[in-house]
């Protein structure tokens, strides 16, 4: 197992330059919207224009996703920043003459453009990174995007002591102008899977759905948008709710937009300074689901503060720890969560969720807030503020079925990358039917060439010699006297006897363990392995007493589990747990493909957590010291130039079954198929199925495993197969044999 250097995320700084103009853009115009609109208008008129803007952006979000889906992220985005400079200029200049319709018209253009340019800047991240290198870049790019709330802020505040209020629309164009820089320059890489064909053909055309129509099919888009609902209904009652309340307290026109520029600058000083030193830490170590949660969990918090203590700073208090909450920990995993997506199923249905799905939120809320208005006038801010606390329970439940689609739509990901990438075909193909046979040549011809064997030349460092008074396999064939005699004719070494008598053994008495010695024999062994498991499931206990003992011939105790793998039981497999942490690495390999094989047959056998655990510690524990080994150079004092070549391709080729191993030791507690389909993406060129991969074994992973196995796998280049034991072989014969000394 090798040890890489962090993933790159080339494009992040030009994405986070982007998101910082767009979200100065954002809360700029945020505030001088409100400024204008409560100016020209009362308090009592707002629900009224949240309702309007919400229809509009309603009939938009569909003509949005069909333009999106036809030509992608990348080309519709600079188009919107375009659009969106024109519109705040014309309306800058209608303002000098008509300042009402001008504010009506600002309203409607920031509730418009704002969640189309957001949803589509996002859109175009989720495609640019895979959905791993995409919590490096997200959190980068939410940086950038909170230091751009500290910017506008900033900015709004100070120039409402400067400049009149409508020239604040001329600044709003020229950051949308900054914007379509950025964009322009966040280029996405060239992907591996662009220039593969499909391995499949099919005479059947598939259907195209519509945005409707995969939303309806896909559960986990559903939860997404019964979120982002619920979440545009609370945020619409508290903005109401706040908004009502600073009209009450403060003087309408320039004070108005002093406050209303500072409070949103202290939101975005608050999200930044929480972003940068807490972002990529919630995302990486909490997870997306927890990140999720902390936002209703903020609005119950603030709303009971609200229901206590009722005014303009506990309302400012509650709709800025919400508006902070959403800007940071919660809009970095929310936008994560569509990473593991299709790029058809994403353009189909963000838009749409984003904005449609928002904007009937918005509608939901701004509709409740009159309804409240009318039936209890006297008491509306305590009657909405009970129910953005009775929402935000209900959000609670939602975050746990978001992570479970989040892990789903991760394997469904991959399933799809391996077909695109011929590997659907490799997972099903098995290894050539002589490979177990070139394994064996391979050991025998290794211990043929060094004296000491394998032991001597890769495991001794780890792994000590049998101690003294061994009594291999080997002796007792050589002295058959010895034995008693119903298994003279196992120990004979006359080949057509001993197989007479193979054909005749019995569990029970000696001959089952002159059966066992005989899987050292280089000749004897395939019948030996045959009537073996014929009657293992009789003798498992004596098959493990065999394999643990330290004192019995490596050759037979690394040739048992493959008895044992026909034997399913929970005795088995507790037997062969104990294997996999024994010394030798090649009893520990083929421990763990027994494994593998007698959990398959049995689905009862119960595995701990536990043990999983710490099997997977030991055998990263016994590599590490393995890896520092093969990064030496040999003595050439101790070992000629053959041995030392010997040893380097034995180091390499152990180095690398070595995380085979640890996948194997891994997927008795995790889903087989998605592990498998993970293990096989991580040697693969292609970044973002590589990628996929990463982000569903950090997302699978037990903690404590992911903390020491990961400097293993956090790659930027594909992990190096297991090679075959025939390609060893071949290389082996290059070096010759030596006689033994």
């Known amino acids: 197992m ?41 308090a009592h008129t707002l629900p009224y224009a949240m309702a309007a803007a919400a229809v509009l952006s309603l009939g938009a979000v569909l003509a949005l996703s069909r333009v999106v889906s036809r030509h992608s992220p990348a080309k519709v985005l600079p188009v919107l920043f375009a659009s969106s400079a024109v519109g705040l200029t014309l309306e800058w200049y209608l303002g000098l003459s008509f300042p009402h319709v001008a504010a009506l018209l600002v309203y409607l253009h920031i509730a418009l453009f704002s969640p189309a340019l957001l949803t589509t800047f996002w859109s175009l ?6 959905p791993h290198t995409a919590k490096r870049a997200v959190a980068r790019v939410a940086g950038g995007g909170t230091l751009g709330g500290v910017v506008g802020g900033l900015a709004t505040w100070r120039a409402s002591t400067l400049f009149p209020l409508p020239t604040m629309l001329l600044f709003l164009a020229a950051l949308n102008a900054v914007a379509i820089v950025g964009t322009l320059l966040m280029r996405a890489p060239k992907k591996v899977v662009d220039a593969i064909p499909a391995p499949r053909t099919s005479a059947h055309t598939v259907a195209v759905l519509t945005p409707f129509e995969t939303l309806r099919k896909a559960p986990f888009l559903r939860n997404l948008a019964l979120l982002v609902a619920v979440g545009s209904a609370t945020a619409t009652v508290l903005d109401y709710i706040f908004s009502a309340q600073a009209q009450l307290a403060i003087a309408r026109g320039a004070p108005l937009l002093s406050f209303f520029a500072l409070f949103w600058l202290a939101v975005s000083v608050v999200s930044f300074l929480l972003q940068i030193s807490l972002g990529r830490l919630a995302l990486e170590r909490l997870g997306l689901a927890v990140s999720i949660a902390f936002l209703p969990g903020i609005i119950i918090l603030g709303g009971a503060i609200g229901l206590t203590v009722p005014g303009l700073a506990s309302s400012a208090l509650l709709r800025g720890g919400e508006a902070v909450q959403h800007n940071t920990l919660f809009r970095s995993a929310y936008e994560l969560l569509y990473t593991p997506l299709s790029e058809a199923q994403k353009r189909a249905t963000k838009a749409l969720i984003d904005i449609g799905v928002d904007r009937a939120g918005t509608v939901a809320g701004s509709v ?67 490979e177990a046979r070139a394994r064996e040549r391979l050991i025998d011809q290794v211990e043929a060439i060094a004296p000491g064997g394998l032991s001597t030349l890769l495991e001794g460092v780890t792994e000590p010699e049998p101690e003294d008074g061994a009594a291999p396999a080997i002796e007792a064939l050589d002295r058959p006297r010895t034995v008693l005699t119903r298994a003279a004719a196992l120990l004979s070494n006359d080949e057509p006897r001993v197989k007479q008598a193979l054909l005749e053994i019995s569990p029970h008495g000696p001959s089952a363990a002159c059966a066992i010695y005989l899987l050292a024999h280089k000749t004897l062994h395939l019948p030996a392995l045959a009537a073996l498991r014929a009657i293992g499931p009789l003798m498992v206990g004596q098959l493990v007493d065999a394999l643990l003992d330290e004192k019995m011939d490596y050759v ?66 016994v590599e590490k010291a393995l890896e520092k080994l093969s990064n030496e150079d040999f003595d050439d004092d101790i070992h000629t130039e053959e041995t030392n070549g010997l040893m380097e391709m034995l180091a390499r080729d152990r180095v690398d079954r070595s995380l085979e191993q640890v996948f194997a030791i891994l997927s008795l507690h995790l889903e087989r198929e998605p592990l498998r389909m993970a293990f096989r993406a991580l040697h693969h060129e292609d970044t973002r199925h590589r990628g996929t991969a990463l982000e569903y074994l950090e997302t699978v992973l037990p903690v404590e495993l992911r903390e020491v196995l990961w400097p293993y796998l956090g790659a930027d280049a594909p992990l190096a197969p297991a090679r075959l034991a025939s390609e060893l072989l071949t290389e082996l014969s290059q070096i010759g044999p030596r006689p033994r000394t």
């Open 2 to 42: 090798r040890i890489y250097e962090p993933l790159r995320t080339p494009g992040a700084n030009w994405a986070a330059a982007t998101a910082l103009a767009l979200i100065s853009q954002q809360v700029a115009g945020k505030a001088v919207r409100d400024a204008l609109f409560l100016s020209s208008y009362r």
């Open 125 to 130: 991240v989720n495609e640019r990174f895979d």
């Open 368 to 434: 409740l807030a009159i309804v409240i208005l009318r039936l209890a006038s006297g008491h509306a801010a305590t009657v909405l503020l009970a129910i953005v606390v009775f929402l935000a329970l209900g959000t609670l439940p939602l975050a746990r079925r978001l992570h479970v689609g989040y892990v789903l739509a991760l394997q469904e990901s991959l399933r799809e990358g391996a077909e695109k990438l011929h590997l659907a075909e490799e997972e099903e193909r098995a290894p050539p039917a002589n």
């Open 556 to 621: 037979v105790r690394r040739r048992i589990p493959r008895v044992l793998a026909g034997c399913p039981s929970q005795r088995t497999a507790d037997g062969l747990l104990l294997g996999i942490a024994t010394e030798r690495f090649e009893v520990r390999y083929q421990c763990g493909r027994a494994l593998l094989r007698v959990t398959d047959a049995d689905p009862t056998i119960v595995i701990t957590r536990d043990k999983v655990i710490e099997a997977v510690k030991r055998e990263i524990a």
